[in-house]
């Protein structure tokens, strides 16, 4: 069995039921329980505070955990990150009153600035040779410059309207995070095994997500340009249409790439291009 530290409720709390839902591991966590236990896959669930859980995972308590970034790095544990998650993506941030005038970090000495993160804080500044005062506090970090608490805040960004609405303006991005499936160092033989699974699951569920499938028609004179631009898991599959000098290809193109492919495969002649969303991928 192997126990895994979930964020009992907040941002990462639906994502990281989704994630194993899509791995085909449902947890019964009807009445919002401390633990539940998977249907079909030895994975016992403990919901926690985020904080705790590099902590949790750090003393085996828990085997494994989801855990922004963030919290890992302001914990300072040494556990080790076997997967990044892709959400819960945000960024740590200071933020100053949009009317004070700003032009790099040295503009921070001597400010009193609020945070949750002042072990990532402290780093910025002394990476910076900037001395500032650092009044580190747990929640609502963006009103402490409008009740007089502090000069500035660091805090954790994602789309801005959070400081916009308290009058602040965003000057400096210290760390980018997004959600991260950590491992205890120290997992016995069962125990790698069940995560081996579980990673092999993790991984075909976020390949599924960042590829798609793509299906079209082309005149065969152009087969060679076409296969250049998909390279697919191995090659494409190129199969002959009834209709002679022409072939159907099917392949496998980057989420990121996607775009730039097609306008590409266009000028190469194709024809009918059909992209289907991928469930799951094996590589
Ligand atoms: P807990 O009660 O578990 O301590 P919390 O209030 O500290 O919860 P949440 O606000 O639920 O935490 O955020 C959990 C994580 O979600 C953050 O640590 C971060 O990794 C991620 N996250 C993504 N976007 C944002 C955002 N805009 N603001 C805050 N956290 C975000
Ligand atoms: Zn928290």
Redesign the pocket.
């Known amino acids: 069995m192997l126990k895994i530290a979930i ?7 639906d994502h990281s039921l989704q994630l194993l839902k899509e791995c085909g591991i449902e947890l019964n966590n009807g009445n919002r329980q401390l633990k539940a236990f998977a249907l079909d896959f030895p994975l016992e669930a403990y919901f ?4 705790d859980i590099p902590q949790y995972v750090f003393d085996n308590v828990a085997d494994i955990g989801i ?5 890992l790095l302001e914990k300072n544990k040494d556990v080790e990150v076997v997967s990044k998650l892709g959400f ?3 960024r740590l941030s200071i933020a100053v009153p949009k009317n004070m005038a700003y032009s790099g970090p040295k503009d921070l000495q001597g400010l009193k600035i609020a945070t ?1 993160y002042a072990i990532l804080l402290q780093k910025y500044l002394d990476e910076n040779n900037v001395k500032a005062e650092i009044h580190e506090i747990s ?1 609502s970090v963006e009103i402490a410059p409008g009740i007089g608490l502090a000069d500035a805040i660091c ?5 801005g309207s ?1 400081l916009f609405t308290n009058g602040l303006k965003e000057v400096e991005v210290i760390l980018k ?3 991260v499936l950590v491992a205890n160092r120290n997992l016995d033989a069962e125990k790698t095994k069940i995560l081996d699974n579980l990673l092999l699951r993790v991984n075909a569920v976020k390949a599924a997500k960042n590829n798609k499938y793509i299906m079209m028609n082309a005149p065969n004179s152009q087969l060679k340009n076409i296969c250049s631009l998909l390279p697919g898991m191995k090659s494409p599959t190129i199969v002959p249409l009834a209709e002679t000098g022409w072939s159907s290809i099917q392949s496998v193109v980057k989420e990121s790439d996607f775009w730039q492919v097609i306008e590409k495969l266009k000028s190469f002649e194709a024809e009918g291009i059909l992209i289907v969303p991928i469930e799951k991928m094996i590589l």
Request: aromatic residues 4%; glycine residues 14%.
């Open positions: 964020q009992k409720s907040g941002r990462l709390y926690l505070r985020d904080d855990v922004g970034e963030n919290v819960g993506r945000c949750s929640g805090d954790l960004v994602s789309s959070t995070s997004e959600a």
